[in-house]
């Protein structure tokens, strides 16, 4: 009689633990995926869970506002295949992803803008930027900049960034080193703002 009560016993804890244990995951997945289960507005902008770019998924990792002198000139969102809060897996993945800028800020000229990129790269931590591929990035931001402009600058694996302008395609600069060195602007040891890179990184 007892070894059959320890033996339901012992059945009922197998059974609680087994639904303890699918509760634990789905709370972790619940967590981890949280962020991009609804869209997340910022600064009047408002950043969907997901893109579709081709027919790749890119999920919302996280984003973050620009700000200067008590202003607060763009914000920026990271879009991955696959979340994370490491920004050195961010920076070297040979794998689709994208970084959405729109302009918050009539202080953000189209020269100030490239100006601020100039600088970025030279501080960048990793990868490796040309100055012809410089130039050429540069180059896509030939015309003035209006508040609520977006900038899509998307990484194709096996080809480089695309960049896109409220939609419209300005062209592409191409290789994984030089993606490494333009997620470093934000995403490296010398950001371009510390807490926009926490934001991005889904830290905030």
């Known amino acids: 009689m007892q070894s059959k009560w320890k033996q339901k016993l012992f059945s009922e804890l197998k059974k609680y633990n087994l639904m303890k244990f699918i509760l634990s995951s789905l709370l972790v997945l619940f967590m981890a995926h949280g962020s991009i289960a609804q869209n997340r507005t910022i600064s009047g902008v408002t950043f969907p869970p997901k893109l579709d770019i081709k027919g790749t998924a890119l999920y919302f990792n996280g984003c973050g506002l620009r700000e ?37 800020s009539s202080k953000v000229t189209r020269d100030k803008f490239n100006e601020s990129v100039k600088e970025g790269f030279a501080n960048a931590s990793t990868g ?7 130039d050429k990035f540069k180059g896509f931001f030939a015309d003035p900049f209006k508040v609520k402009d977006e900038i899509l600058m998307i990484y194709v694996p096996g080809k480089g960034v695309a960049v896109t302008i409220n939609g419209k395609y300005k062209g592409i600069v191409e290789g994984l080193e030089f993606k490494k060195a333009l997620y470093a602007i934000w995403l490296g040891d010398k950001p371009a703002s510390a807490k926009l890179k926490k934001g991005m990184l889904g830290r905030l």
């Open 68 to 104: 200067k002198y008590t202003l607060d000139l763009y914000v920026a969102g990271l879009y991955l295949e696959k979340t994370t809060m490491d920004a050195n897996k961010v920076m070297a993945a040979d794998a689709s992803s994208a970084i959405k800028i729109v302009i918050t």
């Open 128 to 134: 490796k930027a040309s100055a012809a591929e410089i």
